[in-house]
């Protein structure tokens, strides 16, 4: 599935994951790039333990909506929401699992599911709770969304200032996930 022309991902998993910020340096990437860009949060009322999903749409041409119904990319962070959303997977699409907290994946036909320990693998390597970012990593290499350069600008432009601590954290978390 590299060098697709456009992305419609979901990525979903609970509050607290760190879902939205994936998502926000994956459009991030996309405006970096002066590509068309939809990025559309969906969280429920608890916020943290609460489900969080959210669509994300990269394209070189205009974004009719912003909902994201028969995504050609996934990226799970736990069983429930791989369960809610693998199923709604275009054949020739691909769908990144943390298997850590996704112990049990199927994979449709015509989808490519690849599993990685994302969580078990920041855990080692002392970058607890970037999980999220292991799997944008995991994605790029799987699709190829953007330049590589421009993954790192990404979470350049998407991690606060009063967070600029974490960047290199988050591009060390990066790597990973384009490693495993």
């Known amino acids: ?8 991902l979901v990525l979903a998993g609970f509050g ?7 998502g926000k340096v994956i459009a991030y990437a996309a405006l970096l790039e ?18 969080a999903n959210c669509s994300v749409t990269l394209s070189d041409e205009p974004i009719g909506s912003p909902l994201v119904t028969a995504p050609n990319a996934l990226v799970a962070m736990n069983q429930p929401s791989f369960d809610k959303f693998i199923g ?7 769908a990144v699992a943390d ?15 690849c599993a990685i320990p994302a ?14 970012i292991v799997l944008v990593g995991k994605l790029w290499a799987l699709t ?12 350049e ?16 978390a990066m790597a990973l996930g384009i490693e495993a």
Request: aromatic share 4%; proline share 7%; glycine share 12%.
């Open 1 to 8: 599935m590299a060098d697709i022309k456009e992305l419609q």
């Open 16 to 22: 607290g994951q760190g879902v939205l910020f994936a």
């Open 34 to 51: 002066g590509r068309e860009v939809s990025w559309l949060p969906s969280y429920g009322p608890e916020m943290r333990g609460g489900t």
């Open 88 to 94: 709604t997977v275009r054949p020739g699409g691909v």
């Open 99 to 113: 298997s850590t907290m996704v112990p049990e994946v199927t994979a449709p036909e015509g989808v490519e599911v």
């Open 119 to 132: 969580t078990a693998l920041v855990e080692e390597a002392g970058l607890k709770g970037l999980a999220n």
């Open 144 to 155: 190829g969304f953007c330049d590589r350069a421009t993954l790192d600008a990404a979470i």
């Open 157 to 172: 432009a998407s991690v606060p200032p009063r967070k600029a601590a974490l960047i290199e954290k988050n591009k060390q």
